[in-house]
């Protein structure tokens, strides 16, 4: 039986619901906006705002231009569900990317994580924060980077050997370092330019960054 327990105008917390009944949902909820996280029978369902969707495509723009820019592949998930019923654990990010594993699922046209490498990078804003511990169920699948966004800025987490996240200086993913405080210096731009503009001043910071490194 399904309790609810926060009515809130963003989010609602349910208690007690099977994996059978949060499948069920998510298949009702598929053409709504909207991000249901699951863990071991509790849902969060929440809203999302215009700060949360703006900042996550920006984000995801810059991840998309460095791939570029380094020549890698890429394999965009969006806000695909990844869960895992073993772990009773499943939830959407803002965007995840398969960088290194994008071959691998190249051709797919459904992913499950049972089989399939789970995304090698993941976006997570934090604008109305989750009663969930959604960092908690990133390490349960396995998620090797995490980029978490929140009211202090922009964090790096990377998967450790015990499976769980740690900050880093500077993301694995890419050839050569980027740094939060990187990307942090092209945000803050967004004040004053339109993103077209932001992401013309960032490509030309990756190339100079590269021809310095090869000079």
């Given at each position: 039986?399904?309790?609810?327990?926060i009515p809130?105008?963003?989010?609602?917390?349910?208690?007690?619901?099977?994996?059978?009944?949060?499948?069920?949902?998510?298949?009702?909820?598929?053409?709504r906006?909207?991000?249901?996280?699951?863990?071991?029978g509790?849902l969060?369902?929440?809203?999302?705002?215009y700060?949360?969707e703006?900042?996550?495509?920006f984000?995801?723009?810059?991840?998309?231009?460095?791939?570029?820019?380094?020549?890698?592949?890429?394999?965009?998930g969006?806000?695909?569900?990844?869960?895992?019923?073993?772990?009773?654990?499943?939830?959407?990010?803002?965007?995840?990317?398969?960088?290194?594993?994008?071959?691998?699922?190249?051709?797919?046209?459904?992913?499950?994580?049972?089989?399939?490498?789970p995304?090698?990078?993941?976006?997570?804003?934090?604008v109305t924060?989750?009663?969930?511990?959604?960092?908690?169920?990133?390490?349960?699948?396995k998620?090797?980077?995490?980029?978490?966004w929140?009211?202090?800025?922009?964090?790096?987490?990377?998967?450790?050997?015990?499976?769980?996240?740690?900050?880093?200086?500077?993301?694995?993913?890419?050839?050569?370092?980027?740094?939060?405080?990187?990307?942090?210096?092209?945000?803050?731009?967004?004040?004053?330019m339109?993103?077209?503009?932001?992401?013309?001043?960032?490509?030309?910071?990756?190339?100079?960054?590269?021809?310095?490194?090869?000079?």
């Amino acid at each position: 039986m399904i309790k609810t327990r926060i009515p809130e105008r963003q989010k609602l917390i349910l208690e007690n619901v099977s994996w059978d009944e949060y499948t069920r949902l998510l298949r009702n909820f598929e053409q709504r906006h909207l991000r249901l996280t699951y863990d071991r029978g509790r849902l969060e369902i929440m809203t999302l705002s215009y700060q949360h969707e703006n900042m996550g495509a920006f984000l995801g723009r810059l991840i998309v231009t460095l791939t570029e820019e380094f020549n890698l592949p890429i394999r965009s998930g969006g806000s695909t569900t990844l869960r895992r019923r073993k772990k009773k654990k499943g939830l959407e990010s803002d965007n995840c990317y398969w960088i290194a594993h994008e071959a691998e699922v190249r051709n797919n046209e459904v992913i499950n994580l049972r089989i399939d490498p789970p995304p090698d990078l993941a976006l997570e804003v934090d604008v109305t924060r989750s009663s969930m511990n959604r960092m908690r169920i990133y390490e349960s699948l396995k998620i090797p980077e995490v980029w978490r966004w929140n009211k202090k800025g922009l964090t790096f987490l990377v998967l450790n050997a015990s499976e769980k996240h740690d900050a880093v200086a500077a993301s694995p993913t890419f050839p050569v370092p980027i740094s939060p405080a990187d990307l942090m210096h092209f945000i803050a731009m967004r004040g004053q330019m339109d993103d077209n503009a932001v992401i013309r001043e960032f490509r030309a910071w990756i190339r100079a960054k590269l021809a310095a490194g090869q000079s």
